[in-house]
Each structure stands twice: as C-alpha cells, then as structure tokens.
C-alpha cells in the first residue's frame, strides 16, 4: 500500500481505525445539515477502510477461495446526538468488540473535534458469495483483535 493510498484510507490507532472526512454540499439536506442517510456513507467508508488497513481488501476475500467471503450489515443501532453542517472536519472512529464465528461487532463514532455526533453498533454477517454463513477465518479475526488491544 503506498503512503497516498494509506493517508487516503486513514490510519489504526490504539483501539482501532480512524478516518478523517470533510462533509460536502451533496451531504446535506436544504437545511444545511447532514441528511440522515448520508451518515451511512461516512460509516461505511470507516469500516471499509479499516479493513483496508488491516490489510484486507474486500475484492481479494471474495476471490480468495471458490467460496468468498463477503461481509454484510446485519444489525446496525444508530444514536444520533448532534447534527453535522457543510464544511466540517469529521473523524470516523470504529472499533472492534467482537470478531469470531460468523459474524463481528463494531462500535463507530463520527467526532466533529471532541464533540460525538453520532453512536453506531454494528453486527456484520460473514457469509460466502452463495449468501450462506461462513466462519470468519481465524487469521482474519486476529487483525481486528489485534488493533482492538
């Protein structure tokens, strides 16, 4: 991965991953502030690129072997505290509680500076590319325990 595409995809930290994103105009309603759904790209794009940094690409996990693995949202519980406007610096934090069997558990955050704006626990579904449960290969549950320490 080169040093661009790492700054790109954010960086792990202590607990877990982190990313930095600016909110855009096409992120807001005609108020002016983040529509609600959009939060949903902001947290997608934390997950995505925590796996990224944990050097799991997801094309590659689909290809890897004739069965694929695929990760899914199968739960998600979202507390929104505060809204987001146009313009701002937003920090997309995501941890891992839990990543064994068939399935992980991450806690997000979106952070404008220190102020928590939005609260997500997210239940994702390993399963193949036929939609069937699949276990979650050790090697690979290892790297999300691993940056949760």
């Given amino acids: ?3 661009d595409n790492f700054l790109l995809s954010g960086q792990l930290t202590e607990t877990g991953h982190r990313l930095v994103q ?11 502030l983040v529509y609600h759904a959009r939060y949903l790209h902001f947290l997608e794009r934390g997950r995505t690129d925590y ?8 094309s ?10 695929v990760f899914v949202v199968h739960r998600m519980e979202i507390d929104f505290k505060l809204p ?5 610096i937003l920090t997309i934090q995501t941890a891992t ?8 558990v991450l806690n997000q955050e979106i952070r404008r500076g220190d102020t928590l704006l939005i ?6 579904a390993v ?7 699949r276990r979650l290969p050790e090697t690979i549950a290892e790297k999300f325990l691993r940056s949760a320490k």
């Avoid at 399963?127 to 449960?133: A, D, E, F, L, Y």
């Fill in 127 to 133: 399963i193949n590319r036929h939609g069937r449960p």
């Fill in 22 to 32: 600016r909110v855009y105009y096409e992120d807001t309603d005609f108020s002016g």
């Fill in 60 to 69: 590659d996990l689909l290809a890897a072997d004739e069965e694929g693995l």
């Fill in 1 to 3: 991965m080169t040093t």
């Fill in 84 to 88: 987001a406007r146009m313009d701002d």
């Fill in 51 to 58: 796996l990224r940094c944990l050097g799991c690409e997801q």
């Fill in 119 to 124: 609260a997500a626990k997210v239940v994702i």
């Fill in 97 to 104: 509680e839990k990543a064994s069997g068939a399935k992980m």
